[in-house]
């Protein structure tokens, strides 16, 4: 915090304008971060302290012995008498406002109290169970599995046939070349929900319905991707081609060997826009996927809450799941990733 | 930076993988190779666009056409063999209104208030979302501490998928959440955020905002850190204020990176779906519902799945969107001239 202070624009003392910038970013973090803590803490929540209003921040559950005698675990109380003693005891049954309780060492004396003088036992209690219960009822790995088939296989489609496009366009002379790379850019703009159903009908005529494949195959030709590795690949040098060429390699082997490896940091680029769409994408899987063996996480998670209105606890749990893993993977690369974009550019 | 370059160098190739790379190329070019000698150079050149071109032409291209013939043609059937051209009907019964003020005088009413839904929408998102990436933008660009941090901060949403947004801002809204909670403890009552028309507007505006100013607020910084330092530094030798030096240099050089911006957020505003459908499903009511929703349950979730319709409101979108874009980029040209 100290060096906060010692750097700031006005010398040596604190300008009005870095109090308020280094303020506005605190806010900031706490605006995007909370929301998100908020969620996680939630997510290892009971369903009781779940309806509790108002809420509290952490987990807390009530705490609970067996006693020889009950088949099920009692409930425990601190119970103020009126001579101002407190005792812990368990509590047996409740009826009205009368509460019938025992002391866990001696179970057989049933005192009973009023139900204003007992206030619960709790302790913090981060529940598990909504992960574990909620993994079999969402079929949490199925769903992952389909999600990480299509991001994986659709990433790796994505860069190769994007990348030999952008290759032929960016270093070869052929009749066409400027109405392919026209069309290309004048699509740029339009977003798959503009041609839903005509998209949709190819993939039933095709028969890729329910199927993972009408998934995959036909985001795949981007025109943002072919726009980036086209420009990337403007920069690099002719003469390469040419020596490789005189050294008798095949323009596939140029392609393979020469440009792929100077164009990494576009692909890489591509690779970060690729996983966070596909990861991501919500409409298309809802449109292709009816089976619910076949949902990706996103689906999968929207029907859940659909499912279980009220369910709150394994939903938040399940929720926590789905964010895990592009935040794992953000956490590693964010330098990379944020750098990325602001250097190659757009969306 | 250091941590960076690392990441960027971290030679995947230099492995056991780079061994198995050259010899998948090897038996790459074996395949290849006889065909270059037949079809040369050139028409290798061919060969590498096909399968992008195919996949495009099949799965953009051709459905941009014969979404123009589904806009023409009626009944629930997909099969284009199948459906009778109906000419100008779905579009007519898109437009017949008795006011087109008024979204209950118009046959398709959906349509209609899906429609104004939108717009509101994307005004009031638009506006608010390049504002606020402008201003953090503003705030990451000055000579702060930890910079890559908090632009890493302000990006993470941007990763979220739109359920789980959606998700995370419904437990936290919801009318016994903790910003009822916040309130009440406050001294005030709760609010019907999800339950009010209104409030739901506004929630749906808020959390997307949310979600990707990150992403607007990169683009921005790196906008802004492309203005070389020496026009500030020659601005305060001629005296110029920073308020000044603000007008004459930031703005000028910031617009067309603006002008990105603010085509990219008004396209994606435009077609607003994953994650209202998933917050609000498009109410209470049709409060929420906006023109992507009304193309996907005319033609995919209502119970007669009405294609011929969808396809001339997604005609009418596109349309929208056309004019949007060539609107910008001529307002651009000419604002750069001025």
């Known amino acids: ?347 | 930076m250091v941590k960076q370059k690392k990441i960027i160098s971290a030679d995947i190739f230099t492995t056991p993988l780079r061994v198995l790379y050259d010899a998948m190329v090897s038996v790459m070019d074996f395949v290849m190779h006889p065909i270059q000698n037949r079809v040369g150079v050139r028409g290798m050149a061919y060969i590498f666009v096909l399968p992008n071109l195919l996949i495009f032409g099949i799965f953009i291209l051709f459905p941009m056409i014969l979404n123009f013939y589904y806009a023409f043609t009626g009944g629930p059937r997909l099969f284009p063999q199948d459906r009778p051209f109906v000419g100008m009907d779905n579009l007519n019964r898109l437009f017949t209104c008795q006011d087109f003020l008024v979204p209950n005088s118009c046959r398709e009413d959906l349509f209609w208030r899906a429609a104004t839904n939108t717009i509101t929408f994307v005004i009031l998102q638009v506006a608010l979302l390049v504002l606020v990436s402008l201003m953090t933008a503003l705030i990451l660009n000055r000579n702060i501490r930890a910079r890559g941090f908090f632009r890493s901060v302000f990006f993470y949403p941007v990763l979220l998928s739109p359920v789980v947004v959606a998700l995370i801002w419904k437990w936290i809204l919801q009318q016994d959440g903790v910003l009822n909670a916040l309130i009440v403890s406050l001294g005030g009552e709760k609010l019907p955020f999800l339950i009010n028309a209104d409030w739901a507007r506004f929630w749906v505006i808020i959390i997307s905002v949310w979600a990707q100013m990150g992403f607007y607020t990169l683009i921005l910084l790196a906008g802004l850190q492309s203005i070389p330092g020496e026009l500030y530094e020659a601005a305060s030798m001629d005296g110029a204020g920073s308020v000044q030096a603000f007008r004459a240099i930031t703005i000028p050089l910031l617009m067309p990176t603006m002008l990105v911006v603010l085509v990219l957020s008004l396209i994606r505003a435009v077609q607003a779906f994953d994650q209202v459908f998933a917050f609000t499903g498009g109410g209470p009511g049709t409060a929420t519902t906006y023109m992507v929703q009304y193309i996907y349950t005319t033609g995919f979730a209502n119970q007669t799945r009405e294609f011929g319709l969808a396809a001339a409101a997604s005609l009418v979108m596109a349309s929208v969107l056309l004019l949007l874009t060539v609107g910008q980029l001529r307002l651009g040209r000419t604002s750069n001239l001025a």
Not at chain 1, 75 to 81: E, K, R, Y
Not at chain 1, 335 to 341: A, K, L, P, V, Y
């Open chain 1, 1 to 347: 915090m100290l060096n906060f202070l010692t750097n700031t624009r006005g010398k040596n003392r604190l300008a009005f304008s870095d109090v308020a910038t280094y303020l506005y970013l605190l806010l900031g973090t706490l605006l995007m971060f909370g929301p998100i803590i908020w969620l996680v803490i939630s997510s290892f929540k009971d369903r009781t302290e779940l309806l509790r209003f108002p809420p509290r921040f952490l987990p807390y559950q009530q705490e609970s012995v067996t006693v020889p005698g009950y088949d099920d675990p009692l409930q425990m109380f601190t119970v103020t008498f009126e001579d101002g003693t407190t005792r812990e005891l368990a509590q047996v049954r409740r009826v009205g406002i009368e509460a019938q309780m025992i002391d866990p060492a001696q179970p057989d004396e049933i005192i009973k109290v009023n139900i204003n003088q007992r206030q619960p036992v709790e302790s913090v209690y981060f529940s598990v169970e909504n992960y574990t219960n909620g993994v079999t009822r969402f079929n949490f790995w199925l769903y992952l599995g389909n999600s990480v088939v299509v991001t994986v296989a659709a990433t790796a489609l994505t860069l190769l046939v994007n990348s030999m496009a952008a290759f032929a366009l960016s270093k070869y002379q052929f009749r066409g070349r400027e109405t392919i790379f026209g069309v290309t850019i004048g699509t740029l703009m339009v977003p798959i929900s503009v041609i839903l159903i005509p998209v949709y009908l190819v993939i039933t005529e095709i028969g890729w319905n329910n199927n993972l494949i009408g998934v995959i195959v036909p985001g795949a030709a981007t025109p943002t991707g072919v726009f980036l590795l086209r420009q990337y690949m403007l920069t690099i040098p002719d003469e390469l081609l040419d020596s490789a060429r005189i050294d008798g390699a095949s323009e596939w082997r140029i392609y393979l060997q020469i440009i792929l490896p100077l164009a990494r940091p576009a692909l890489a680029v591509l690779t970060i826009f690729s996983v966070m769409w596909r990861w991501n994408d919500f409409l298309w899987p809802l449109i292709v996927l009816s089976r619910t063996e076949l949902f990706t996480l996103q689906v999968g998670l929207n029907s859940f809450q659909g499912d279980l209105q009220t369910q709150w606890e394994l939903i938040l749990a399940m929720t926590v799941l789905t964010l895990l893993p592009i935040t794992v993977v953000f956490a590693f690369l964010q330098r990379f990733i944020t750098s990325g974009i602001a250097t190659t550019g757009m969306k």
